[in-house]
């Protein structure tokens, strides 16, 4: 049986999947990992590395403070949300341009 019979897609589907032009929803997964006989963490690059430790500790700019405080009190949101929302916001940025 095809791959692609076998998730419900098809062939050009699996051909868009391979070449990059079409990306699976993250919701499927599971359900594309149960098919595959893997888990879903192997469709990512290296999932079980750690992030890079900073070798110094990161001291906001008064810009980027007062963008924070802004942003908290815009969003309402408490202090340990808003470090994961510029923790998010800083990998993001380490990421190439697409």
Same mark, same amino acid.
């Given at each position: 049986?095809?791959?692609?019979?076998?998730? /419900?897609?098809? /062939? @050009?589907?699996?051909?868009?999947?391979?070449?990059?032009?079409?990306?699976?929803? @993250?919701?499927?997964?599971?359900?594309?990992?149960?098919?595959?006989?893997?888990?879903?963490?192997?469709?990512?690059?290296? @999932?079980?590395? +750690?992030?890079?430790?900073?070798?110094?500790?990161?001291?906001?700019?008064?810009? +980027?403070?007062? @963008?924070?405080? $802004? $942003?908290? +009190?815009? $969003?309402?949101?408490?202090?340990?949300?808003?470090?994961?929302?510029?923790?998010?916001?800083?990998?993001?940025?380490?990421?190439?341009?697409?």
């Amino acid at each position: 049986m095809e791959l692609g019979s076998k998730l /419900g897609v098809t /062939g @050009a589907t699996i051909s868009g999947y391979e070449t990059g032009y079409s990306r699976l929803v @993250a919701d499927e997964l599971p359900k594309y990992a149960g098919v595959l006989n893997c888990s879903p963490c192997d469709f990512f690059e290296d @999932a079980t590395a +750690q992030p890079p430790t900073p070798t110094e500790p990161f001291v906001p700019s008064a810009s +980027q403070r007062m @963008a924070r405080k $802004l $942003l908290a +009190q815009a $969003l309402n949101l408490p202090e340990e949300d808003l470090e994961a929302l510029v923790r998010v916001a800083d990998r993001l940025r380490e990421l190439p341009p697409a």
